[in-house]
């Protein structure tokens, strides 16, 4: 009997804090924003946009707003008063960032600052440089495509794992923009014909934008980031000396199969050198030109590599003019070099900049595809 | 005389009351603790303050040696006199009592700032009291039983933490000792806070089946304790670049919310909910520890009547009142001066005193 008094009175307790369910939300309830964007206005007030899915038989499938806020909670009151439901930051996947916002907004990160501290919040949205206003993107309503939050989703992702562009979440962004070795680089996007993937926004150690790389221009980058999905594709020009023809256009395209990066590290001299070392296993995808493979086999390999060493050394080269390293290289200096590399490390891009990088690159055919 | 033979617990029990009393909230805190000590370099700081613990550990296990069939406070009333036993018994009540409202209070914080921030704390924390009444009114075979299932249903932690392996870099922890050794030595006392806790050992001793294993019981347990450590401190320091990680709060949650699962949202929301049992591990046995020791002085056999005192004590002042997370961190500042000076310094001193004693008596015997 005891025994049961006991259950009973433990059982009636536990009930009672079921009365307090704060934290419910009901679907109904809540507008649930899938894409935020941060603008500035013509005299430099942040503006919030937002995009919140419909659910309902209306035309339009979503709902698009922005308003002028101070702050990204301060935003986020003022749409409220123009949901239907009680704005819910929750579900939101994308960060949509106007290149002037990112270019004229002194340290602008610190309007992120909300994803971190509210525990509420996401940090996994992407975050994407539109190269326009937002307004364009946010009221573009393509015939052609879903809506805003899952055209941006789909094409991000789809870009990505081909290695066409960068996948920076909110909390990469974190990590990079607190990163000494390391520049952050976002996903560039704009609406020309439609809304394409530019390739990738390179910003400095503050935020600030520097400049762009175009889509062939970033797989180089995911290559030396270790960070390439998938199997990449290269067109590469073969020299008219190999393949004897006389034609301008002796194109071979691969796709790696495996791609080894090895990145050494040195100090001399005052500055700092790196030796790149890039293996690629490739299959030989397309050929134009009446190359036998079987017999100059070893001569087109080193023509490919030597195409593709280019490549990275212009992309290197282009990285160190602009003093910007989303490679990583600092995080190498300072595994290996740490007192060289605590002089510098407050201006890590300058030193980048200065720095000596060697590219080696050897091509290997794995497959050379199913016809001679 | 066997007072205890009736409770008793297995070695494995022993084990896991120990290190999950320690795990705790030390997984969620430790890897900022020892970056902010040692840098990248915090995990050989975190060795040798486990090595340091594994001593002062086995140090109450030869303490208690001495007195086999009684807790500490039966050890200190027949070798120092009744009434210092009573004046431990004051003491280690209150610090039990102490550590047991800081675990629940972090808890409560943590669940209030991650998932149920629109629930009053004071709510959250009455709700967490209810399990905890059930499980310490049992005793401590109950609790050790408990502490079995909390760990095992905690197995697959480390597997959700391999979700994150992805996003991590590695160099990040080259290169060894930046700073040599200096920073992570003096480090090792700002560990020792997250390792507490095995002070439980002196009143779990006369309950263990098997006391010959209670060394081993002790060696294991550290290990355990060591290896969970070492594995969030090394995957944080490889997760989030050196500049970040000073910034932010509870590194192994944050890390869980960098993950995107298809099928899941909120991967941290339900860590929280889960790491409950581990959490739990930091008040439940305390508050029992706590009883015990006002009963003991009370000379009743019951402890529950001084638990729902204790429980009920809690419940109402934490309507009225519950710490901030600043509050929380002060609180365990105190704690971790107590605790060095209860677990750390006292058994060796205590030990010494006992040696001495033996000594003069067998002296005397002799003469």
Same mark, same amino acid.
């Given at each position: 009997m005891k025994r049961i008094v006991h259950a009973l009175g433990i059982s009636l307790l536990s009930l009672?804090?079921?009365?307090?369910?704060?934290?419910r939300v009901d679907l109904e309830d809540a507008s649930l924003s899938l894409v935020a964007g941060v603008d500035i206005t013509e005299d430099h007030r942040t503006m919030s946009y937002t995009s919140i899915p419909v659910f309902s038989k209306a035309e339009k499938k979503s709902q698009e707003l922005k308003v002028v806020a101070n702050t990204q909670r301060e935003g986020r009151g003022k749409l409220d008063a123009f949901t239907v439901g009680t704005f819910n930051g929750r579900k939101i996947k994308v960060i949509a960032l106007s290149k002037r916002f990112v270019q004229e907004t002194p340290d602008w990160f610190r309007y992120m600052d909300i994803y971190f501290r509210d525990g509420r919040n996401p940090i996994t949205p992407r975050v994407v440089v539109f190269d326009g206003t937002l307004d364009q993107l946010f009221y573009y309503h393509s015939p052609n495509q879903p809506i805003l939050p899952l055209m941006l989703m789909g094409m991000i992702k789809s870009a990505s794992e081909r290695s066409e562009t960068v996948d920076t979440t909110l909390q990469e962004l974190h990590r990079q923009m607190n990163e000494e070795g390391q520049t952050p680089f976002l996903t560039e996007m704009s609406i020309k014909q439609d809304a394409m993937i530019d390739g990738t926004s390179l910003l400095d150690h503050k935020g600030r934008y520097v400049d762009m790389l175009s889509m062939p221009e970033t797989v180089l980058l995911r290559i030396l980031q270790k960070n390439a999905r998938q199997s990449v594709g290269f067109s590469l020009r073969m020299p008219s000396s190999l393949t004897g023809s006389t034609a301008n256009e002796d194109w071979v395209s691969i796709a790696t199969e495996r791609v080894k990066v090895k990145i050494d590290s040195a100090y001399a001299g005052g500055r700092f050198r790196f030796f790149v070392n890039l293996r690629f296993s490739a299959s030989v995808v397309?050929?134009?030109?009446?190359?036998d493979l079987d017999d100059h086999q070893g001569g087109a390999e080193a023509a490919c590599a030597e195409e593709l060493r280019d490549k990275f050394e212009a992309l290197i080269a282009k990285l160190q003019r602009k003093k910007v390293d989303p490679v990583g290289f600092g995080i190498y200096a300072r595994a290996h070099h740490y007192k060289r590399f605590k002089q510098v490390k407050e201006n890590w891009g300058e030193a980048f900049g200065q720095s000596e990088v060697k590219v080696r690159v050897s091509v290997g055919f794995a497959d050379e595809g199913s016809v001679k | 005389m066997k007072k205890y033979a009736f409770n008793e617990i297995t070695t494995m029990q022993f084990i896991f009351i120990i290190s999950g009393i320690a795990i705790s909230y030390g997984f969620i805190e430790i890897p900022q603790v020892l970056y902010n000590g040692a840098?990248?370099?915090g995990w050989i700081t975190l060795i040798f303050g486990s090595l340091t613990t594994t001593a002062a550990n086995l140090v109450i296990v030869q303490v208690m040696k001495k007195m086999p069939d009684g807790t500490i406070l039966e050890l200190l009333a027949k070798y120092a006199g009744k009434w210092v036993g009573r004046a431990a018994a004051i003491v280690l009540s209150a610090y039990f009592l102490y550590f047991a409202y800081g675990g629940i209070v972090y808890s409560t914080r943590v669940i209030k700032a991650?998932?149920?921030?629109?629930? &009053?704390a004071y709510m959250t924390l009455i709700m967490l009291l209810i399990p905890a009444y059930v499980v310490a009114r049992g005793g401590i075979r109950i609790v050790g039983r408990y502490a079995e299932v909390s760990m095992g249903l905690s197995l697959w932690i480390p597997l959700v933490f391999m979700v994150v392996w992805g996003h991590t870099h590695w160099l990040y922890l080259l290169p060894v000792l930046p700073e040599g050794w200096r920073p992570v030595l003096t480090a090792? &006392?700002?560990?020792?806070f997250y390792f507490l806790g095995f002070g439980a050992t002196a009143f779990l001793y006369p309950f263990l089946k098997n006391k010959e294993k209670a060394a081993l019981g002790v060696c294991c347990s550290q290990l355990i304790t060591l290896l969970a450590y070492l594995f969030i401190t090394l995957l944080s320091f490889a997760f989030f670049s050196p500049g970040e990680i000073t910034k932010i709060n509870q590194l192994s949650i944050y890390m869980l919310k960098a993950v995107e699962l298809p099928f899941l949202e909120q991967v941290e929301g339900l860590f929280i909910v889960l790491y409950l049992f581990i959490f739990s591990m930091s008040w439940i046995p305390l508050f029992l520890l706590s009883s015990f020791c006002m009963s003991w002085l009370a000379g009743r056999a019951d402890h529950r009547i001084f638990l729902r005192i204790l429980l009920a004590g809690t419940a109402v002042f934490s309507y009225f009142y519950v710490p901030s997370f600043n509050v929380t961190y002060e609180m365990g500042d105190w704690l971790a001066k107590f605790g060095m000076a209860i677990e750390y310094a006292a058994p060796v001193l205590l030990l010494g005193y006992l040696l001495l004693y033996d000594a003069i008596r067998g002296r005397r015997r002799l003469s």
């Open positions: 009672g804090p079921l009365t307090g369910c704060f934290d397309e050929k134009l030109s009446g190359l | 840098g990248n370099s991650r998932i149920l921030q629109e629930t &009053p090792v &006392p700002s560990t020792f």
